[in-house]
T-cell receptor, first 115, second 118 residues
Framework: EAGVTQSPTHLIKTRGQQATLRCSPI?????VYWYQQALGLGLQFLLW???????NRGNFPPRFSGRQFPNYSSELNVNALELEDSALYLC??????????????FGDGTRLSIL | AQKITQTQPGMFVQEKEAVTLDCTYD???????LFWYKQPSSGEMIFLIY??????QNATEGRYSLNFQKARKSANLVISASQLGDSAMYFC???????????????FGKGTKLSVKP
């Protein structure tokens, strides 16, 4: 069974540009979560999608947005990039809502560097 | 608001010895889930063990066990017989309640860096 896959592995952008990160969940998983791991700040929850809908949002500005496609894959968009957006962005997936004891399985992440 | 606290930024343990990584949590929910993840230097997050708030027995998974003390709101991870490959960051996390009582996103502690000495 393929795990959560994220692309690209690394992404280098400059201030003000836009970045798009992609995530494919484990087959059969309908929930996708995005987390930001900036240096020294631990993992911060960004966005949660389930069945194509945004279910919850962390304390991030609106320039962080995303969507979930009919095949449950997801995209995270970051507009007007700032230096502090440099971080490892981790995507996780889990089965459909209701399986509360199921862990979230993570991808290997996209390392976004802002120059 | 829910909160996870890991008070040990770094820990050292001798190979083959046991080590306990501390985690305390704060929540007003009656139903919640607690998770431990391992993050090696390569960056991937590896699920280790889960404890549900209504589970009466402490969870165990191989060399990992969870010392769950609900009244004290603590969920400490115990790694027995440490191996060099256990050197990594370890994160304690709690699942927030989502819509309609479903599972929600995870809230993470700041992590503990474990170093295993040969």
């Amino acid at each position: 069974e393929a795990g959560v896959t994220q692309s690209p592995t690394h992404l280098i952008k400059t201030r003000g540009q836009q970045a798009t990160l992609r995530c494919s969940p484990i087959s059969g998983h309908t929930s996708v979560y995005w987390y930001q791991q900036a240096l020294g700040l631990g993992l911060q929850f960004l966005l949660w999608y389930d069945e194509g809908e945004e279910r919850n949002r962390g304390n991030f500005p609106p320039r962080f947005s995303g969507r979930q496609f009919p095949n449950y894959s997801s995209e995270l968009n970051v507009n007007a990039l700032e230096l502090e957006d440099s971080a490892l962005y981790l995507c996780a997936s889990s089965p459909a809502a209701g399986y509360s004891n199921q862990p979230q399985h993570f991808g290997d992440g996209t390392r976004l560097s802002i120059l | 608001a829910q909160k996870i606290t890991q008070t040990q930024p770094g820990m050292f343990v001798q190979e083959k010895e046991a080590v306990t990584l501390d985690c305390t949590y704060d929540t007003s929910d009656q139903s919640y889930g607690l998770f431990w993840y391992k993050q090696p230097s390569s960056g991937e997050m590896i699920f280790l063990i889960y404890q549900g708030s209504y589970d009466e027995q402490n969870a165990t998974e191989g060399r990992y066990s969870l010392n769950f003390q609900k009244a004290r709101k603590s969920a400490n991870l115990v790694i027995s017989a440490s191996q060099l490959g256990d050197s990594a960051m370890y994160f304690c996390a709690m699942r927030e309640q989502g819509y309609g009582g479903s599972q929600g996103n995870l809230i993470f502690g700041k992590g503990t860096k474990l170093s295993v000495k040969p």
